[in-house]
């Protein structure tokens, strides 16, 4: 039973910062990715950020590269999306999510981004910021 709990949005005025967590449970121990998206009204959903489980390797976003910085705990129990500078642009829904084990994968939605494919979606949790 995947759960992923997402936590930390809110409204800020643009050049703030917020930080989003991803509280994780349940995940397959074969699964190798994690990443955050997002998706604003009218707008189709967009990768933000990716980390490869076993090695850290990160991938961001063009347009959010040097603003916005995805980490995961030591335990692998929360993921991290730090986001400065903030900007009006930036308002959206964010989502965590989660690679699928083989298993998983032929039961569940893919979506691939990069090189990682995501199958576990948290509920979101919106960001808006002002200008």
């Known amino acids: 039973q995947v759960q992923l709990v997402e936590s930390g949005g809110g409204s800020v005025q643009a050049g703030g910062s917020l930080r989003l967590s991803c509280a994780v449970s349940?995940?397959?121990?074969?699964?190798?990715?994690m990443g955050w998206f997002r998706q604003a009204p009218g707008k189709e959903r967009e990768g933000v950020a990716t980390?490869?489980?076993?090695?850290?390797?990160?991938y961001v976003a063009p347009s959010v590269k040097g603003r916005f910085t995805i980490s995961q705990d030591n335990a692998k129990n929360t993921l991290y999306l730090q986001m400065n500078d903030l900007k009006p642009e930036d308002s959206a829904m964010y989502y965590c999510?989660?690679?699928?084990?083989?298993?998983?994968?032929?039961?569940?939605?893919?979506?691939?981004?990069?090189?990682?494919?995501?199958?576990?979606w948290g509920q979101g949790t919106q960001v808006t910021v002002s200008s």
């Open positions: 980390i490869y489980i076993g090695t850290r390797n990160t």
């Open positions: 999510a989660a690679s699928p084990d083989r298993e998983a994968s032929r039961r569940l939605h893919i979506t691939s981004w990069g090189y990682c494919s995501f199958a576990f």
């Open positions: 349940g995940l397959p121990s074969s699964s190798n990715c």
